[in-house]
């Protein structure tokens, strides 16, 4: 049999999860399969994937007309789609989580993005869907937005886990280690336990290299008269995100051996591990698996699409790759600086916050209008 070398990324530290959810592979038996088989240990879904998987499909018909039947408004239905799918995936993960002693088995589901810049709808939408759906080994996606830091703070406090997502620049993933650490902290504080709360700090990768390559490409079609500017603007193409992810895992390690970490590690806490998220290549002149290879390391989540998932089984080179070059991640980071570069990375990752939560509002909205369509249709005239 061929080696599947997602199996061998174990032994370095990190988890595969599965970025995707559909009915379809859970009816199947194709994701009891990848759990039991193909080497993954947990879910991220977002409103982008839950779109793709109900739009126009009809395994969901028969429950939709069941709630058209009891009346049910159109968010309704979604969330008792949703959170049917997101359930029965936590049974099948439930094994994972209980053999890595919480540390893995983990289905993310994510508030809806309409309220990603309020605090208290975040908290509040949070504590509902932890209740309603009812898995120990859910977690809640939370946008890591400046109103979103608060809300995963409270819902650490409350015994909630938490998947902190759309984080893009090392100074977000910071923030939303210490927001993690405050709610850890905060639940302390009230005499609770902590040792059974998990949380990861999704920091995404190949929007960043999308995003900084085409101010690169833009700036090269406008011609170059300097070989050695040009040389320096190519050196920067799909590495940034790369290098950017390696910085934010030294201040994990920064963070971990900090005094206050080490109190709350003594009292059972569990380090909220990196994920890094939007891994799938998106220039194909770019090795398809390089956002799984060059990222390998302790304590870790990297969360993959089904075409990488089956091209990282197929031909990753898996070693500890994460800790790597790591003085030459600085560099280049600190090289967009230079005036014939001149990227402002600050500008970047704002801009891509912006458009991540508006690429989850706008299939959000989609799935809410093919849902209206559909309850037209199904609805007993």
């Known amino acids: 049999m061929a080696t599947n070398h997602l199996l061998e990324i174990k032994q370095y530290g990190q988890s595969i999860w599965l970025d995707n959810l559909t009915r379809d592979i859970i009816q199947s038996g194709e994701l009891k399969d990848l759990v039991e088989n193909q080497g993954v240990s947990g879910i991220t879904s977002n409103p982008a994937i839950f779109e793709k998987a109900i739009a126009g499909n009809v395994i969901y018909d028969a429950d939709i007309e069941a709630g058209v039947r009891a009346g049910l408004p159109t968010d ?56 309603e759906i ?53 639940r302390l504080a009230e005499g609770k336990d902590i040792s059974r709360i998990a949380s990861v700090a999704s920091f995404f990768l190949s929007r960043i290299d999308s995003n900084i390559d085409a101010k690169i490409d833009a700036k090269l079609k406008k011609g170059v008269d300097d070989i050695t500017v040009e040389a320096k603007l190519k050196a920067v193409k799909g590495k940034v995100a790369i290098a950017n992810a390696k910085i934010a895992y030294q201040e994990y390690k920064k963070i971990i051996r900090s005094e206050r970490w080490q109190a709350l590690a003594a009292k059972g806490a569990k380090v909220q591990r990196l994920l890094w ?70 500008n970047v990752m704002d801009e891509l916050l912006v458009e991540g939560i508006d690429k989850f509002i706008q299939p959000f909205q989609s799935l809410m209008n093919s849902l209206e369509e559909k309850i037209k249709v199904l609805s007993p005239v």
């Open 134 to 186: 009812g898995r120990e080994n859910l977690m809640i996606k939370i946008p890591g937005t400046e109103p979103g830091l608060p809300a995963v703070e409270q819902v650490i406090a409350d015994g909630i886990n938490v998947n902190i997502t759309l984080l893009f620049s090392v100074e977000s993933y910071v923030n939303t280690a210490w927001a993690y650490i405050q709610g850890l902290e905060k």
């Open 76 to 131: 309704k239905i979604y969330e008792s789609l949703v959170f049917a799918d997101i359930r029965n995936a936590c049974d099948i993960l439930r094994p994972a989580y209980e053999a890595s002693n919480r540390l893995d088995g983990y289905v993310s589901i994510e508030v809806p993005p309409t309220i990603a810049h309020d605090t208290e709808a975040t908290i509040a939408a949070a504590r509902r869907y932890f209740q």
């Open 277 to 346: 998220a939007s891994t799938s290549t998106k220039d194909p002149n770019y090795r398809d698996v390089m956002y799984i290879e060059e990222l390998i390391g302790r304590d870790t989540v990297n969360t993959v699409p089904p075409a990488t998932i089956k091209a990282c089984a197929d031909h990753c080179n898996v070693g500890e790759s994460l800790e790597t070059d790591v003085d030459k991640a600085y560099t280049l980071i600190e090289n967009l600086k230079d005036p014939d570069i001149n990227i402002d990375l600050d």
